[in-house]
């Protein structure tokens, strides 16, 4: 089997396999399709061959990722298809054993995945981490969240020549939120994204909102807001769409203020789709991750990553004022240091707490007053707003 990048000539046998994975795109899905691959960096789409036979693919995506308002470069993993006759031959794992080092080459210190299916992933070392949560809103009740602050903020439609001004409002808002897990595409991506003529795109000085009309309804694809005010104007301007649509189907935080804005709360109608989570450069994660001020840290832990030696062996991780450095070698006067798989630690990272991992198998050794440091350290409730 041969793991090769793939080019413009391969595009047709790329199709084909995707559509015998996730069934046929319409042709305007395709032509967009095709404007993605173009965009992609070099070495970013890879394929598993038999002679000149493509046997499977996996794409990945260039992202930003905040983790407590610290911005790192994440490779989002997608379009991992095998060929219906390749299956159960070892074509997925050998090509997503090359995806985890290609991460590494391109400079992805995390990597990302919506599966749809789990253990393949698991044993590489990818890990359930987070959740993008869709909730299913009353327009008529988004469209009374206006008031006399709202009104008074500047919204303005948005095109593609808007894409560095809207990343650099995400950059601010994850920041001053200490978000962790949602992510932001590169700047020749939100051009795309923005140039659809389907959707409307709205900008404010500290948010943006883009939506569009389904099936009667309404989709919301982004929503973000950095104040009450803007939150309010936005949330109403989708609203405002309630003599028609009944609906709205948006994604949010775990924790997001519309929820909390809502005059009616009885129940939430609010679907979850899991993702996975992997550590690539364990050391580069750690040390660009931001933590809690004040939370504090000094310990020392064993990791187990069969794909990436480099993440293996006994690391002193150590957090104060806001950030964390991860160093090969124990802490002065440490006991036995607990035991990760590198899954475990990948969802320990996400915030997934060390007593769902102990009773798991993902965490073994060390002690209670440990784990309680681990815990303050990385909590968090990951998301993401965004599917690929």
Known sequence: MDIRDLTADDLDAVLDNRKRAFGPLSPGDVETWRKRFEILPEGSYLGSFEGSRLTGTARINRFTQWWHGRALSMGGIAGVT????????????????????????????????????????????????GALFTAVLPTEALRGLGDDASKAVKLRRMGAADAPELMAVLERVYASTR????????????????????????????????????????????????????????WSLVGTASSIATSVRAPVAPHDPVLWMLRERQSDEVRQTRWMFRLIDLPAAVGRRGF???????????????QRP???????????????????????GSGAAPRFTIGGLSALFAGVPTATLRRTGRLSGGSPEVDDALDAAFNCAAYMIDYF
């Open 292 to 306: 809690p001020a004040g939370v504090a840290l000094d310990t020392t832990i064993e990791v187990d990553d069969p």
């Open 82 to 129: 095998v060929a219906p006759e390749d299956r159960g031959r070892g074509v997925g794992r050998t090509l997503m054993s090359a995806v985890i080092d290609r991460c590494g080459e391109l400079g992805h210190v995390t990597s990302a995945l919506y599966p749809a299916t789990t253990p393949i992933y698991r044993s590489l070392g990818w890990e359930h981490a």
């Open 179 to 234: 978000a962790s897990g949602p992510l932001g595409w590169d700047e020749p991506t939100w051009r795309l994204w923005l140039d659809d003529d389907d959707d409307f795109c709205y900008l404010a000085d500290d948010g943006y909102v883009i939506y569009r009309w389904d099936s009667g309804d309404i989709e919301v694809d982004n929503l973000v807001a950095g104040s009450e005010a803007t939150a309010r104007a936005l």
């Open 310 to 332: 480099a993440n293996s062996g006994t690391w002193r991780l150590e957090v104060a004022a806001g950030s964390g450095t991860a160093s090969s070698g124990s802490a002065a």
